[in-house]
Protein backbone atom coordinates (compact mmCIF):
# COMPACT_ATOMS: atom_id res chain seq x y z
CA UNK A 1 0.00 0.00 0.00
CA UNK A 2 1.53 3.33 1.19
CA UNK A 3 3.51 4.99 3.90
CA UNK A 4 1.90 7.98 4.54
CA UNK A 5 3.03 11.34 7.03
CA UNK A 6 0.26 12.45 9.00
CA UNK A 7 -0.12 16.18 10.45
CA UNK A 8 -3.20 17.51 12.26
CA UNK A 9 -2.69 21.18 14.02
CA UNK A 10 -6.72 22.24 13.20
CA UNK A 11 -7.69 22.90 16.52
CA UNK A 12 -5.68 23.14 20.07
CA UNK A 13 -4.38 19.57 19.88
CA UNK A 14 -1.30 18.97 17.60
CA UNK A 15 -0.60 15.68 16.53
CA UNK A 16 1.60 13.55 13.89
CA UNK A 17 1.35 9.85 13.01
CA UNK A 18 2.72 7.27 10.55
CA UNK A 19 0.59 4.78 8.73
CA UNK A 20 2.34 1.78 6.83
CA UNK A 21 -0.08 -0.64 4.66
CA UNK A 22 -3.54 0.70 6.56
CA UNK A 23 -2.08 0.53 10.12
CA UNK A 24 -0.62 2.89 12.14
CA UNK A 25 2.93 2.58 13.42
CA UNK A 26 3.68 5.85 15.17
CA UNK A 27 1.85 8.56 16.82
CA UNK A 28 2.04 11.85 19.19
CA UNK A 29 -0.05 13.86 20.41
CA UNK A 30 0.14 17.29 22.35
CA UNK A 31 -2.88 18.90 24.05
CA UNK A 32 -1.34 21.20 26.08
CA UNK A 33 -1.39 23.81 22.78
CA UNK A 34 -2.43 26.05 21.29
CA UNK A 35 1.39 25.78 20.65
CA UNK A 36 2.13 24.40 17.26
CA UNK A 37 4.55 26.70 15.97
CA UNK A 38 6.73 25.45 18.94
CA UNK A 39 6.11 21.72 19.24
CA UNK A 40 5.22 20.50 15.48
CA UNK A 41 8.53 21.04 13.96
CA UNK A 42 10.14 18.74 16.73
CA UNK A 43 7.29 16.22 16.46
CA UNK A 44 7.57 15.74 12.40
CA UNK A 45 11.45 15.15 12.54
CA UNK A 46 10.97 12.59 15.50
CA UNK A 47 8.39 10.99 13.10
CA UNK A 48 11.03 11.27 10.12
CA UNK A 49 13.76 9.74 12.26
CA UNK A 50 11.58 7.08 13.19
CA UNK A 51 10.95 6.20 9.63
CA UNK A 52 14.53 6.22 8.66
CA UNK A 53 16.01 4.46 11.25
CA UNK A 54 13.37 1.78 10.26
CA UNK A 55 14.38 2.47 6.54
CA UNK A 56 10.30 2.89 5.44
CA UNK A 57 10.37 5.36 2.64
CA UNK A 58 7.33 7.65 2.67
CA UNK A 59 5.04 7.84 -0.30
CA UNK A 60 3.24 11.20 0.77
CA UNK A 61 2.33 13.32 3.05
CA UNK A 62 -1.35 14.02 4.63
CA UNK A 63 -2.40 17.33 6.14
CA UNK A 64 -5.72 18.35 7.68
CA UNK A 65 -6.78 21.58 5.73
CA UNK A 66 -9.86 22.87 7.39
CA UNK A 67 -12.06 24.55 8.78
CA UNK A 68 -10.35 25.09 12.10
CA UNK A 69 -7.87 27.77 13.68
CA UNK A 70 -6.25 30.11 11.20
CA UNK A 71 -3.09 30.21 13.44
CA UNK A 72 -2.85 25.99 13.14
CA UNK A 73 -3.93 25.53 9.84
CA UNK A 74 -1.25 27.65 8.57
CA UNK A 75 1.34 26.24 10.56
CA UNK A 76 0.35 22.44 9.50
CA UNK A 77 0.22 23.07 5.93
CA UNK A 78 3.46 25.03 5.67
CA UNK A 79 5.07 21.98 7.47
CA UNK A 80 3.22 19.62 4.99
CA UNK A 81 3.71 21.24 2.13
CA UNK A 82 8.06 21.88 3.42
CA UNK A 83 8.29 18.12 3.77
CA UNK A 84 6.65 17.28 0.13
CA UNK A 85 9.45 19.88 -1.28
CA UNK A 86 12.11 18.57 0.96
CA UNK A 87 11.60 15.00 -0.25
CA UNK A 88 9.71 15.06 -3.29
CA UNK A 89 6.78 13.51 -1.58
CA UNK A 90 2.90 13.68 -2.81
CA UNK A 91 0.60 15.66 -0.86
CA UNK A 92 -2.97 15.09 0.20
CA UNK A 93 -5.58 17.05 2.04
CA UNK A 94 -7.97 15.68 4.66
CA UNK A 95 -11.17 17.71 5.25
CA UNK A 96 -11.29 18.05 8.81
CA UNK A 97 -14.65 17.49 10.07
CA UNK A 98 -14.98 14.25 7.83
CA UNK A 99 -11.99 13.27 10.03
CA UNK A 100 -13.90 13.67 13.01
CA UNK A 101 -16.37 11.30 11.94
CA UNK A 102 -13.69 8.29 11.72
CA UNK A 103 -13.29 7.50 15.36
CA UNK A 104 -17.32 7.29 15.53
CA UNK A 105 -17.53 5.16 12.80
CA UNK A 106 -14.85 2.95 14.61
CA UNK A 107 -16.17 3.25 17.63
CA UNK A 108 -20.45 3.32 18.30
CA UNK A 109 -23.06 1.63 17.37
CA UNK A 110 -25.25 3.93 14.76
CA UNK A 111 -28.36 3.30 13.44
CA UNK A 112 -28.38 2.04 9.78
CA UNK A 113 -29.67 5.72 8.72
CA UNK A 114 -27.57 7.64 10.82
CA UNK A 115 -26.23 10.99 9.75
CA UNK A 116 -23.09 12.53 11.55
CA UNK A 117 -22.80 16.11 12.25
CA UNK A 118 -19.02 17.06 13.34
CA UNK A 119 -18.78 20.80 14.24
CA UNK A 120 -16.04 23.01 15.17
CA UNK A 121 -16.44 26.16 17.02
CA UNK A 122 -16.00 29.71 15.68
CA UNK A 123 -17.47 32.16 17.80
CA UNK A 124 -21.34 32.64 20.21
CA UNK A 125 -23.56 30.09 18.40
CA UNK A 126 -21.54 29.59 15.35
CA UNK A 127 -20.23 26.66 14.09
CA UNK A 128 -18.43 25.25 11.22
CA UNK A 129 -20.52 22.07 10.58
CA UNK A 130 -21.45 19.22 7.76
CA UNK A 131 -23.66 16.33 7.58
CA UNK A 132 -22.41 12.83 6.24
CA UNK A 133 -24.20 9.18 6.11
CA UNK A 134 -22.43 6.20 7.41
CA UNK A 135 -20.49 5.63 4.10
CA UNK A 136 -19.13 9.33 4.34
CA UNK A 137 -21.33 10.51 1.49
CA UNK A 138 -21.68 14.42 2.13
CA UNK A 139 -25.14 14.64 2.79
CA UNK A 140 -24.66 18.48 3.62
CA UNK A 141 -21.29 20.70 2.49
CA UNK A 142 -19.32 22.52 4.72
CA UNK A 143 -21.04 25.31 6.37
CA UNK A 144 -20.82 28.24 8.82
CA UNK A 145 -23.87 27.85 10.66
CA UNK A 146 -25.51 30.16 13.05
CA UNK A 147 -27.63 27.07 15.40
CA UNK A 148 -30.92 27.86 16.31
CA UNK A 149 -33.38 24.85 17.06
CA UNK A 150 -34.49 25.05 13.12
CA UNK A 151 -31.16 24.77 11.98
CA UNK A 152 -30.47 20.92 11.54
CA UNK A 153 -34.32 20.21 12.48
CA UNK A 154 -35.20 18.52 8.18
CA UNK A 155 -32.81 16.51 9.08
CA UNK A 156 -33.62 15.59 12.48
CA UNK A 157 -37.08 14.89 12.05
CA UNK A 158 -35.88 12.16 9.10
CA UNK A 159 -33.21 10.59 11.22
CA UNK A 160 -30.81 10.18 14.09
CA UNK A 161 -28.21 13.06 14.08
CA UNK A 162 -25.37 12.50 16.56
CA UNK A 163 -23.30 15.83 17.17
CA UNK A 164 -19.85 15.98 18.01
CA UNK A 165 -16.32 18.09 17.88
CA UNK A 166 -15.47 21.15 19.77
CA UNK A 167 -18.26 22.98 18.95
CA UNK A 168 -21.19 20.42 19.74
CA UNK A 169 -21.46 21.03 23.43
CA UNK A 170 -22.65 24.30 23.31
CA UNK A 171 -25.48 23.86 21.15
CA UNK A 172 -26.92 21.15 22.28
CA UNK A 173 -29.51 22.84 24.89
CA UNK A 174 -30.13 24.76 21.66
CA UNK A 175 -30.41 21.70 19.51
CA UNK A 176 -33.35 19.48 21.90
CA UNK A 177 -34.84 17.47 19.74
CA UNK A 178 -35.35 13.55 20.52
CA UNK A 179 -33.94 12.76 17.50
CA UNK A 180 -30.18 14.56 18.58
CA UNK A 181 -27.72 12.78 20.09
CA UNK A 182 -24.38 14.44 21.26
CA UNK A 183 -21.10 12.32 21.48
CA UNK A 184 -18.16 13.65 24.14
CA UNK A 185 -14.14 14.06 23.74
CA UNK A 186 -14.02 13.29 19.97
CA UNK A 187 -11.01 15.76 18.67
CA UNK A 188 -9.07 15.63 15.07
CA UNK A 189 -6.24 13.49 15.75
CA UNK A 190 -3.57 12.34 12.86
CA UNK A 191 -3.72 8.98 14.10
CA UNK A 192 -7.60 8.90 12.92
CA UNK A 193 -6.31 10.23 8.99
CA UNK A 194 -4.86 6.69 7.83
CA UNK A 195 -8.04 5.47 6.10
CA UNK A 196 -9.23 8.66 4.41
CA UNK A 197 -5.61 9.60 3.46
CA UNK A 198 -4.88 6.11 1.77
CA UNK A 199 -8.24 6.09 0.10
CA UNK A 200 -7.85 9.74 -1.38
CA UNK A 201 -3.99 8.60 -2.42
CA UNK A 202 -5.16 5.08 -4.16
CA UNK A 203 -7.61 7.74 -6.23
CA UNK A 204 -5.25 9.81 -7.27
CA UNK A 205 -6.77 12.26 -5.62
CA UNK A 206 -3.64 14.30 -4.63
CA UNK A 207 -2.99 18.44 -4.41
CA UNK A 208 -0.80 20.69 -5.92
CA UNK A 209 1.84 21.34 -3.20
CA UNK A 210 2.20 25.20 -4.77
CA UNK A 211 -1.43 26.10 -5.00
CA UNK A 212 -2.50 24.12 -1.67
CA UNK A 213 -4.02 26.07 0.80
CA UNK A 214 -5.78 25.39 4.28
CA UNK A 215 -9.80 25.68 3.92
CA UNK A 216 -10.12 29.11 4.77
CA UNK A 217 -7.88 30.37 1.77
CA UNK A 218 -9.61 28.17 -1.11
CA UNK A 219 -11.91 30.83 -3.06
CA UNK A 220 -9.05 33.30 -2.95
CA UNK A 221 -6.37 31.11 -4.53
CA UNK A 222 -8.69 29.34 -7.24
CA UNK A 223 -8.51 33.20 -8.51
CA UNK A 224 -4.98 33.31 -8.22
CA UNK A 225 -3.87 32.01 -11.60
CA UNK A 226 -5.92 34.10 -13.72
CA UNK A 227 -5.79 37.35 -11.83
CA UNK A 228 -3.11 37.77 -9.19
CA UNK A 229 -0.28 35.83 -10.90
Request: hydrophobic share 40%.
Amino acid sequence: MACILHIETSTSVCSVAVSEDSHCIYHEEDHSGPNHAERLGSMVDEALSFTDSHAIPFDAVAVSCGPGSYTGLRIGVSMAKGVCYGRNLKLIGVPTLELLCVPILLREELEENALLCPMLDARRMEVYAALYDRALHEIRPVGADIVTEETYKQWLDECPVYFFGNGAKKCMETINHPNAHYIDGIEPIAKWMQPLAEKRLLNGQTEDVAYFVPFYLKDFVALKPKKLL
